[in-house]
Nanobody
Framework: VQLQASGGGLVQAGGSLRLSCAAS????????TAWFRQAPGKEREFVGV????????YIVDSVKGRFTISRDNAKSTVYLQMNSLKPEDTAVYYC????????????????WGQGTLVTVSS
């Protein structure tokens, strides 16, 4: 499986963006996929995850109610819908995937996309 993240850009605070994580390779629907982000000068942090097969989701408290994760298996794509964006959401967003359970560690995901930059202006 290979991943291609897209959808980032510059948006004003309060705005919305939808990030996409498109996969190549078969059986992606069975892969658990997560979104992480890395702000300048900070470590990469977990944002949310969606399971493979059973599309359970988990979102961290800091973005809960604003961000949602979904997947379209027909398009082999996982989405991160981001609403009510804040300047502190500015980061490079990465998607990672693996054939695993619902988890949230960096080491749990063996395949990564290249990242897409989200910049939120105040």
């Amino acid at each position: 499986v290979q991943l291609q993240a897209s959808g980032g850009g510059l948006v004003q605070a309060g705005g919305s963006l939808r990030l996409s994580c498109a996969a190549s390779g078969r059986a992606f629907s069975r892969y658990t996929t997560a979104w992480f982000r890395q702000a300048p000068g900070k470590e990469r942090e977990f944002v949310g995850v969606i399971g493979g097969g059973d599309p359970s989701t988990y979102i961290v408290d800091s973005v809960k109610g604003r961000f949602t994760i979904s997947r379209d298996n027909a398009k082999s794509t996982v989405y991160l819908q981001m609403n009510s964006l804040k300047p502190e959401d500015t980061a490079v967003y990465y998607c990672g995937t693996d054939f695993t359970t619902l988890c949230q560690g960096l080491g749990d995901f063996g395949t990564w996309g290249q990242g897409t930059l989200v910049t939120v202006s105040s």
